[in-house]
């Protein structure tokens, strides 16, 4: 069993028929779902729950830390 080359894919040059519908459903499928991801992202963002961090980091482990003035 070998590779196909160019000379033997038939709609090499323009997508035509069967594969050009299943290439701009699976763009379209994408979009819906990342729509949907974003609003539902939206919606159920609860931001008044969060925890507010004031403590700043000054010293980190392991690597140059730079003073804080």
Do not use: C, R
């Not at 033997?8 to 979009?31: H, P």
């Not at 008044?48 to 004031?54: F, P």
Request: charge should be negative; avoid cysteine; hydrophobic fraction near 40%.
């Amino acid at each position: 069993m070998s590779e196909p080359t160019l000379e033997d894919i038939s709609d090499y040059d323009t997508l035509k028929g069967e594969k050009k519908k299943i290439v701009w459903t699976v763009i379209i499928v994408g979009i819906v779902i990342g729509a949907l991801y974003y609003i539902a992202g939206q919606k159920f963002n609860d931001s008044q729950d969060s925890i507010k961090v004031h403590d700043e980091i000054t010293i980190v482990p392991g690597s140059k830390s730079i003073p804080v003035k």
